[in-house]
């Protein structure tokens, strides 16, 4: 039977948007409350409920042909298993804009930070040992690195460590232990992976199906649908100002010959700025509207 497995964070930052995410794409599922496995009801296509962390070793190993998982997570992963597979490779099929986060160096608040170069033989507290351990040797330094998988901002203070690299959001809790961040390591967000191995070729069949799907409702989760009554004699300058539009539909307006109604699906945001320029233009009666789904 041609099935393919995708994992998924079980619960967490991820695991709200990574479900809706296959749910706006078409996939339902036969949920069962504390399984981990949820079987695909309107096609072959399964979910795998797991902790972020497993999610690369499952990809590797080809248990899941697709997951979704923090660019952190997956690269640190990664390195890690470099140490039993020197080939181990994992490439985002598509970022998929949510989780976004920055893994940052810190320092305790009253250290001057010139560059890297001062952490050579000093401690560094984190719970992204490898993706640390290249970031410094990438810059030259060699520190000593002491892996924690929680907790890290308290290791300054505690006295385990010199400096951290830590995931930061807001930096409320660095502030909190008296650090700053001072440089970034990695910036990352939510991905899309697959597992390196090639399927047969059905499967093949189903996910780029399922890519499809996915890159539409991420596309048109920034499309909109415009429609705007426009002066005839400045179509060309209002249709220049909706972005990522192609040819707009103009329909006549009834007892108005000098005015069209402008129909155009924008492919990139539109933002209040537009609206303004348009109305500058001449536009009236603007109306953006949500689209659903979208295949290009
Ligand atoms: P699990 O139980 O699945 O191991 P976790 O505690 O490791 O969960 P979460 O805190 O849910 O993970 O974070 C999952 C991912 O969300 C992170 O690896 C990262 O990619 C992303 N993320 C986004 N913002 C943040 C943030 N402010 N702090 C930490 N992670 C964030
Ligand atoms: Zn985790």
């Known amino acids: 039977m041609t099935r393919l497995k995708i994992a998924i964070q079980k619960s967490g930052r991820l695991a709200d948007k990574s479900l809706s995410l ?14 981990l496995f949820w079987y695909g009801r309107n096609l072959p296509v399964d979910l795998l409920l797991v902790r972020d962390d497993d999610i690369p070793r499952l990809l590797l190993e080809g248990v899941c042909q697709l997951g979704i998982v923090g660019e952190n997570v997956a690269l640190e992963k990664v390195l890690e298993s470099r140490a039993r597979r020197p080939d181990a490779h994992l490439e985002p ?3 998929l804009e949510f989780g976004h986060c920055r893994l940052m160096l810190a320092l305790p608040e009253d250290e ?3 560059d ?61 232990n008296h650090l700053k961040a001072v440089t970034e390591v990695l910036s990352s967000q939510a991905a899309l992976y697959r597992c390196p191995a090639a ?15 996915i890159r539409g409702v991420q596309q048109a989760a920034e499309t909109k649908y415009v429609m705007l009554h426009a002066p005839r004699a400045r179509l060309a300058e209002i249709s220049a100002i909706l972005p990522g539009a192609e040819s707009p ?14 129909h155009a699906v924008c492919t990139e945001q539109v933002f209040w700025e537009h ?22």
């Open 22 to 35: 296959l749910e706006r794409s078409g996939l339902t599922f036969a949920r069962s409350k504390d399984k």
């Open 93 to 95: 099929l598509l970022k």
């Open 112 to 114: 001057a930070y010139a």
């Open 116 to 176: 890297p170069g001062q952490l050579a033989g000093r401690r560094v507290a984190t719970s992204y040992p490898h993706l640390t351990r290249q970031y410094l040797a990438d810059n030259g330094v060699e520190a000593d690195i002491v892996t924690l998988n929680g907790a890290v901002e308290i290791a300054p203070s505690l006295g385990t460590a010199d400096a951290i690299v830590d995931l930061v959001s807001t930096g409320t809790t660095l502030r909190a």
């Open 199 to 213: 399927l047969d070729e059905p499967r093949e069949a189903l996910l780029a199906k399922l890519l499809t799907r």
């Open 249 to 262: 539909t103009i329909l006549s307006l009834e007892g108005q010959p000098d005015r069209v109604a402008v």
């Open 275 to 296: 609206l303004e320029e348009l109305k500058a233009a001449g536009a009236s009666a603007v109306l953006v509207l949500p689209v659903e789904k979208m295949l290009a």
